[in-house]
C-alpha cells in the first residue's frame, strides 16, 4: 500500500481526505495531529520548519497540502511561501508527488462570473496575490520537470460539520438554530459552493490517476450557482422556517472593519459578493464522470448532522 500523507491535517478536507484515502496507509501531519479512524500515523510537525516537514514527507508516496492558516493577508504573506517552499524542497528529496489544495482568489476579478481552470491568474487583493505567487512557485518546478504534482482549487466550503464557512455561520447554522439569515453586500447575486465531501473525494480519486497529474483542476462544484437568498429558501422549506436574509451593506461592513479585524480580511475579497461568482467544473466531469451533490441533498445532509 502508498503511504498518503496529509500536511496541514485536521481541517475540512483533510478529516475529509483521510476517510477517503482509508485503504492506504495515512500519515496526518500538523503541530497536534488527531486521528479520525483509529489507524492513521500522527506526526507533529510545524510546516514552517524546513527539517521538521522534511522528516514527515520521508517515505511518502503522495503528499497533499491541505493546511489552513490564520486569516490575515499579513500572515498569509509571511508563512505561505515558507510553507511551498519547505514542503516543495520535502517532497523533491524523498521524490513524493503533490497535491495542492487551493482556492480561486487568485483569478482576475473580472472573471468570476464564470471562472475555468484556465481564467486568467490576475488577482487584485492581497491574499489572492499570495495564492498566485505559491502556485506558481509550484508550477515552476512542474514545468521543469523537478516534481510531480497537480493544483486542484475549490469554491467556498459547505457540508456537514463544516469548519469556518462562511454560508455556515451566516445562513446555514443560524436558520437550524431559530435565527434569521445573514449575508454581506448583496442576497440575490450567485455564488458557487463545493460539497466538502465531494471536495474531498475527488481530491483522493484524482491523486490515483496517471493521467490527472501536472495540471489545475476544479473540484466539482454545483452549476445552479445559487445565491445567498435561494441557500435560505431551500433551507427554509425544509426547516419549516421563514427564508428572510438580512443584508449587511457596504458602508456597515465598512464600519465593522474598524473594530472587528476579520471583516477587515473580508472586506478585500467583496467582489466575490458583489458580483455573480460561478466557479465551473467542466473540467473534472468531461474527463472522468464526477458531478457535485446536487444544493438541496447538501443541505439536508447538513441539517442532519
Known amino acids: 500500500m502508498q503511504t498518503q500523507t496529509i500536511l496541514g491535517a485536521g481541517g475540512n478536507i483533510g478529516n475529509g481526505l483521510a476517510e477517503k484515502l482509508s485503504d492506504h496507509n495515512v500519515r496526518l501531519v500538523s503541530r497536534n495531529p488527531k486521528g479520525r479512524l483509529g489507524k492513521e500515523e500522527l506526526v507533529k510537525a510545524d510546516l514552517l520548519k524546513a527539517s521538521q516537514v522534511n522528516e514527515a514527507v520521508k517515505g511518502s508516496d503522495i503528499c497533499y497540502l491541505v493546511a489552513g492558516i490564520t486569516y490575515r493577508a499579513a500572515v498569509w504573506e509571511r508563512d505561505w511561501p515558507v510553507i511551498m517552499k519547505n514542503v516543495i524542497a520535502a517532497c523533491k528529496t524523498h521524490a513524493a508527488r503533490l497535491v495542492f489544495f487551493d482556492n480561486m482568489y487568485a483569478y482576475d476579478p473580472k472573471a468570476i462570473g464564470l471562472l475555468r481552470e484556465d481564467s486568467p491568474i490576475r488577482p487584485e487583493s492581497r491574499k489572492g496575490k499570495v495564492r498566485a505567487q505559491i502556485a506558481q512557485l509550484l508550477m515552476n518546478e512542474i514545468d521543469q520537470g523537478q516534481l510531480t504534482a497537480m493544483i486542484v482549487r475549490a469554491a467556498d466550503f459547505y457540508g456537514p460539520g463544516?469548519?469556518?464557512?462562511?454560508?455556515?455561520?451566516?445562513?446555514?447554522?443560524?436558520?437550524?438554530?431559530?435565527?434569521?439569515?445573514?449575508?454581506?453586500?448583496?442576497?440575490?447575486?450567485?455564488?458557487?459552493?463545493?460539497y466538502i465531501p465531494?471536495?474531498?473525494?475527488?481530491?483522493?480519486?484524482?491523486?490515483?490517476?496517471e493521467d490527472s497529474w501536472n495540471q489545475v483542476w476544479h473540484l466539482p462544484t454545483s452549476k445552479s450557482y445559487p445565491s445567498a437568498q435561494e441557500i435560505a429558501t431551500i433551507l427554509a422549506s425544509k426547516l419549516g422556517r421563514k427564508d428572510t436574509v438580512q443584508v449587511l451593506p457596504g458602508w456597515v461592513v465598512s464600519v465593522l472593519a474598524v473594530f472587528m479585524?476579520?471583516?477587515?480580511?473580508?472586506?478585500?475579497?467583496?467582489?466575490?459578493?458583489?458580483?455573480?461568482?460561478?466557479?465551473d467544473s467542466s473540467k473534472i466531469e468531461a474527463a472522468y464522470g464526477l458531478t457535485a451533490t446536487p444544493i438541496e441533498e447538501g443541505l439536508q445532509a447538513c441539517i442532519d448532522h
Request: charged share 20%.
Open 162 to 194: 463544516a469548519q469556518q464557512s462562511m454560508v455556515h455561520e451566516t445562513i446555514i447554522n443560524r436558520m437550524i438554530a431559530g435565527k434569521s439569515a445573514q449575508w454581506m453586500y448583496h442576497k440575490n447575486k450567485k455564488h458557487s459552493f463545493t
Open 261 to 279: 479585524p476579520l471583516m477587515q480580511e473580508i472586506k478585500e475579497l467583496r467582489y466575490q459578493l458583489e458580483e455573480d461568482y460561478c466557479f
Open 198 to 209: 465531494d471536495a474531498a473525494y475527488a481530491t483522493a480519486f484524482l491523486a490515483q490517476q
